[in-house]
């Protein structure tokens, strides 16, 4: 399942959920946890297992509760008769949360745990692997951490995240790349700004980032061309795959005036399988 784009959308908002799914996200995810008052969690959970039941253009998530909250069994009930294509886990602490999880689903559902929102989850993010075939990759969330430890925010003046969170996302990257799963970037909140937003997503495809949650339509369009490998890139990437096919044997070979082996090699065949994608 390709996941270059993520789009959010309330799980009270059925109108919003209709014209998300014209869009050109690789999946949505429909929310039943923070966008969604407590109060209107009963009328989300029908709406969205009404959407579940049309035809699906796209891939379509839903987010659940956080499994200690009470909430989230009735949330599942609602919506595993509509099989989602995978359930997105909000304050998700590591292995046994995700086996926890695994455990209540039958069938083809995929998992996506968001790993940095909790104090315990930072020291989890190292245990995703080898738990179930379900987990498709591995999220951050920067806004919930700070509530949780007393922090005043998670941003310096110029919006960059502070030193806290660059570990948490920087713990979500290894964390998603040891379990051998997409990482995948967090929200970028200030929707307007898609300069901002172009930036902060190439950033992430160079960290080693394959996708990215979006809030906003307009967000969605950018972040699917930042993580869709450039024309050059793929040039790039075919001259070295080429390179070494005719040099069989050869570990190490110059291009350009470079040196490229081993490690060249494989990110070269990864850009070329993002790009086939
Ligand atoms: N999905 C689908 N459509 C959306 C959308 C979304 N996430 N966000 C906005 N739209 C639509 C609006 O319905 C509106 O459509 P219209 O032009 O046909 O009326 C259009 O896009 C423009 O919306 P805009 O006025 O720019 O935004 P807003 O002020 O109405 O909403 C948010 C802003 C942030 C509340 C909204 O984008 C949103 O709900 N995002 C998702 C929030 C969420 O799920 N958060 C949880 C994870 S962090
Ligand atoms: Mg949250």
Same mark, same amino acid.
């Given at each position: 399942m390709r996941l270059r784009s993520l789009l959010f959308v309330p799980g009270d908002r059925p109108e919003r959920m209709v014209k998300a799914a014209a869009l050109d996200a690789d999946a949505l995810i429909l929310d039943l946890e923070d966008s969604v008052a407590p109060g209107a969690k009963a009328a989300a959970?029908? +709406?969205? +297992? +009404?959407? %579940? !039941? #049309?035809?699906?253009? &796209?891939? %379509? $998530?839903?987010?659940?509760?956080?499994?200690? !909250? /009470?909430? =989230?069994?009735?949330?599942? +009930?609602?919506? @595993?008769?509509? &099989?989602?294509?995978g359930i997105v886990l909000p304050k998700a602490e590591g292995a046994a949360s995700l086996a926890a999880l695994d455990a209540m689903l039958s069938g083809d559902i995929r998992i996506l745990p968001i790993a940095t929102e909790t104090p315990a989850a930072i020291f989890a993010l190292g245990s995703y692997g080898g738990v179930t075939p379900r987990l498709c990759g591995l999220t951050w969330g920067a806004e919930d951490l700070p509530a949780a430890i007393g *922090?005043?925010? !998670? &941003? #310096? *003046?110029?919006? !960059?995240?502070? =030193?806290?969170?660059?570990?948490? &996302?920087?713990?979500? @990257?290894?964390?998603?790349?040891?379990?051998?799963?997409?990482?995948? #970037?967090?929200?970028?909140?200030? $929707?307007?700004? @898609?300069? /901002? %937003?172009?930036?902060y997503a190439a950033r992430g495809r160079r960290d080693g980032f394959t996708g990215m949650m979006a809030i906003h339509p307009s967000q969605v369009p950018v972040i699917n061309a930042a993580f869709t490998p450039s024309a050059e890139e793929r040039d790039h990437a075919q001259r070295i795959v080429e390179l070494f096919a005719a040099n069989p044997g050869a570990g190490a070979l110059q291009m350009d005036g470079r040196m490229v082996d081993a490690p060249h090699l494989k990110a070269a065949r990864a850009v070329l399988a993002l790009a086939a994608d």
């Open positions: 959970r029908e +709406a969205i +297992a +009404a959407f %579940l !039941s #049309e035809p699906r253009p &796209r891939a %379509l $998530f839903v987010r659940i509760n956080p499994l200690d !909250s /009470g909430l =989230a069994a009735d949330d599942l +009930a609602a919506v @595993l008769p509509g &099989r989602p294509d *922090a005043a925010t !998670s &941003r #310096e *003046a110029d919006g !960059s995240y502070t =030193a806290p969170y660059q570990l948490a &996302r920087s713990l979500t @990257l290894f964390g998603a790349h040891a379990a051998g799963v997409p990482a995948i #970037e967090t929200v970028y909140p200030d $929707f307007r700004d @898609l300069d /901002g %937003l172009a930036a």
